[in-house]
C-alpha cells in the first residue's frame, strides 16, 4: 500500500526553523515527484514548493521563495522541507503529496497528485 507521512510539525516562534520530513512507503521514491501543501483555517490549500523524481528540477512558490528548501534522499524514501525565517502566516496543517510526473504547467495542481500524506501542523506564534 502506498503511504506517505509527514512529521516535524509543531510550534515556534516568528523567524524560527522547522524541518519537516515526508516519508513515504509502498513503492520507490526515484519513481515519483513530491509536492508540499499547506492550509490554513478557512483558505485554500496552497502548493508551496514540489520536485521531480531525481530531485533536479525543484520549484518554489512566490510565498515561501529564498526561505524554504526542499530536498530529498531517494535512498531513504524521504523528502525534507527546510523552513527557515517563518512568519506567522506560515502556519498551517502542511501536507507532501505524490505523482508519477511534474508538469511545468501545472505543479500544484492537486488533482495531478494521487496520494497524500495526513499532514502535520506547523504553527507560528509569539
Known amino acids: 500500500q502506498l503511504q506517505l507521512v509527514e512529521s516535524g510539525g509543531g510550534s515556534v516562534q516568528p523567524g524560527g526553523s522547522l524541518t519537516l520530513s515526508c516519508t513515504v512507503s509502498g513503492f520507490s521514491l526515484d519513481t515519483y515527484a513530491i509536492g508540499w501543501f499547506r492550509q490554513a483555517p478557512g483558505k485554500e490549500r496552497e502548493g508551496i514548493s514540489c520536485?521531480?523524481?531525481?530531485?533536479?528540477?525543484?520549484n518554489y512558490s512566490d510565498s515561501v521563495k529564498g526561505r524554504f528548501t526542499m530536498s530529498r534522499d531517494n535512498p531513504k524514501n524521504t523528502v525534507y522541507l527546510q523552513m527557515n525565517s517563518l512568519k506567522p502566516e506560515d502556519t498551517a496543517v502542511y501536507y507532501c503529496a505524490a505523482r508519477r510526473f511534474l508538469n511545468s504547467g501545472s505543479y500544484y495542481n492537486t488533482n495531478e497528485y494521487d496520494f497524500w500524506g495526513q499532514g502535520t501542523q506547523v504553527t507560528v506564534s509569539s
Open positions: 520536485n521531480n523524481r531525481r530531485g533536479g528540477v525543484t
